[in-house]
Nanobody
Framework: QVQLVESGGGLVQAGGSLRLSCAAS????????MGWYRQAPGKERDLVAS???????NYGNSVKGRFTISRDNAKNTVDLQMNSLKPEDTAVYYC?????????????WGQGTQVTVSS
């Protein structure tokens, strides 16, 4: 089992910044991909960003140029720096951890952290 603990959500005004963090613990994979997804009310859960153990990143189109994902392999953490936030970024953000290089398998999800961007 893998446990994921997220932190850093909250309320921010449009144009502001937030940083989310996720720490993985337990029976971790030797090669793992980590990422952030989000789900707004009434919508599907979508990719925000993912990062391989080697640092290859993948971003959802709506956040490119505004959000930056990073990870610390030694600490098994993944962060999401969110800048120039918009009201449409409001959602519950979930950390995802899985076996693999560029695609998730045998994956785990965090409990989610609320991000609310006011206009």
């Amino acid at each position: 089992q893998v446990q994921l603990v997220e932190s850093g959500g909250g309320l921010v005004q449009a144009g502001g910044s937030l940083r989310l963090s996720c720490a993985a613990s337990g029976r971790l994979f030797s090669i793992a991909i980590m990422g952030w997804y989000r789900q707004a009310p009434g919508k599907e859960r979508d990719l925000v960003a993912s990062i391989s153990s080697g640092g290859r990143t993948n971003y959802g189109n709506s956040v490119k140029g505004r959000f930056t994902i990073s990870r610390d392999n030694a600490k098994n953490t993944v962060d999401l720096q969110m800048n120039s936030l918009k009201p449409e970024d409001t959602a519950v953000y979930y950390c995802r951890y899985g076996r693999g290089l560029f695609h998730f398998s045998d994956d785990y999800w965090g409990q989610g952290t609320q991000v609310t961007v006011s206009s």
